[in-house]
């Protein structure tokens, strides 16, 4: 018997990033949209816990205990009292590894769900939401997915409504940024600028009313105009050549640019399909990236996709 799992990537629409906690993380104002690229994740019945991936990042991505995918089946069956776990989790890899959009986490809150249903567990929202904060910040909204408001570290959510689909590409980088360096760079740069980095330094950020107004009226130029993240200056600093893949994407007709998260993946927001499919190829020949796709969002959460 089998499950597989389709999980959407997710792209922050704003992430207001506020100063540095005791506990090493930042408050933000997370507004995380969940977009049709995705991973699958296979859930088969099998002994232990073990792992294997496909997919042009298959190389990359660490097939032993410290996959989210994994760390996310024991973390269920510990919950459930079940000392000896039995399952192969298949992940199908289209998420860029490292590149700001989620994809660990995807496969993490991908593989709670499969695991639940292989295993006839019937685990509650609320407590997979739980489980999903334990592995991390950007898990719950893997599970939730569509369109939602995350304080805290991220992982407090807050349903967003949405008027519209919305049409994306995604410029993906060679080699990916890791998000607590990233995190790190954004305190440097506020400390050089004397405008201090701690949490009461700060001010704690919020939603920005013109960025939840465009969305809920499905108006992509207003979105356009609203985009921010508070991480692109970091992302910058540590990889300058994200200017080039910015501007080759606005030059192109996107209506809207910015680094996804953490980075360096460059996501751009187009006026329709067509749209997105022509900002795709222009990026793709621009050289400024490895790969551009097309894409639109809002899309569910990690869902079962099928039964074997
Ligand atoms: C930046 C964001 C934006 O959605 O995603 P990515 O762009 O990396 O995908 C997230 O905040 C990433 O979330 P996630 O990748 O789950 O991070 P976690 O595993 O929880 O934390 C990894 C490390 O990132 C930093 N971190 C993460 C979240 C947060 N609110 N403040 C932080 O400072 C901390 O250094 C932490 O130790
Ligand atoms: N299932 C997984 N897929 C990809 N990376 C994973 C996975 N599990 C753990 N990782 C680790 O997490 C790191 C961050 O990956 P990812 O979630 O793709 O990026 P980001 O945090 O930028 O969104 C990777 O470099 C890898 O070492």
Redesign the pocket.
Known sequence: MSVTVRVPAKVNVQLGVGGLRADGFHDLANVFFAVALGDEVTATAGTGVTLSCSGPDAA???LDD????ARAARLLAAHHGIADPGVHLH?A?A???????????A??AAALVACDALWGLGTPLDTLLELAAELGS?VPFALVGGVALGRGRGEILEALPVGGTFHWVFAVADG????PAVFRECDRLRDEAGTGFGDTDVATPDADPALLAALADGDVVALAGALANDLQPAALSLRPALADTLRAGTEAGALGALVS??GPTCAFLAKDADAAAAVAAALRASGTCRAAHATYGPVPGAAVSARG
């Open positions: 990359v991505v660490p410290s996959n989210l995918a992940i890899k998420i860029p590894v490292a590149g700001g959009m989620a994809g660990g986490s496969d993490g950007d990916g940024l890791s998000t998260g953490s």
